[in-house]
């Protein structure tokens, strides 16, 4: 076994194990019996609208991306779509969110869009789904007059202010970026030795092409509804599944609990297991007063929603046109065909 090979095992096993471990504590810290009560008499109708909701989001995170990548080139309804889910699967079992680096490459594997175009397009998601996510929950903490704890409120709202003026200096910085684009290729392009300048140069106008929608006010209004719409489409997924276990969740709340949950998935363990549930059952318990039993069940469904269908149709996905999870891999350490090529 290789160093890149073996440094790879115990990335992994590092991952595993800090999920399992957890998990473990997560049940370990749950009333099991009272849990197991609330599964049972759970309203398997909501529960099936939460999966549709699921699966539709998914749907509507691969058609914005498309447009995201509009100014790069027509990537195709089916493509989006399929990259995407088994972006999302590929992250689901494998550590570290791999699919993040996989999903882009394994479109640019099927379209043969430059990868460096399909990676920074991961960049521009990210900054508006943190755009969409914080201005829902702001909105969210800064309007509720009830519903939250009482006793968080004043910290959520000081939370809200804070990472709202983080991520609108991180778009201004974006987008300053884009605007003097010319003389940051250059000045960037400079620092390489002689002989890779050119091939520099070339990477980073195709990393700045998956950026440009962020430079155009149209069409970053344009993709920040859409985000605004993603987001919200979310809410209700977490409200329909609230209904399904007898309790009441409103829209607002959900952005609340949503808030939370991203923070639960930066833990890097497969499928976000036990980082994912700790987020959500806090979130329910601490933040929206839900009893520990219930909110650890709804946890538990919540993720087997999120997770298990996206997994099961993305490798199908991957299977259908002919990629196994050893190939998806080998996409992580593939050479960047925009430093291949001058």
Known sequence: MGRAGGSHFWKV???VVLAVVLFAVFLWTAPLREVGKTL???KLGWVLASVAVALATYVLRALRWGLILRPVGRAGTANVIGCTAAGFATSAVLPARAGEIVRPLLLTARTGMPAA???ASI???RLLDGAAVLLLFGGSVLLAKRGLNPANLTFLRETALLTTAGLAAAVMMVWFLLRRREATVRRVS???PE???SRMASFLHHLLDGLEVLRSPRRLLEIGIWSLGLWIVIGWQLVFLAWAFGFELSLGQAFVVVAVSVIGLAVPAPAGVGGFHWAIRFGLTQLMSVDVSTATAYALVHHAICFFPITVLGLCYLGA???SIG???ALEVRPDPGLEHP
């Open 195 to 197: 002989r890779f300048r």
């Open 117 to 119: 175009a399909t990676l």
């Open 40 to 42: 049972v008499q759970v």
């Open 13 to 15: 096993l590092a991952s």
């Open 321 to 323: 046109v002919g990629f």
């Open 123 to 125: 960049l521009t998601e």
């Open 327 to 329: 190939k998806v891999r």
């Open 190 to 192: 400079s620092w390489a």
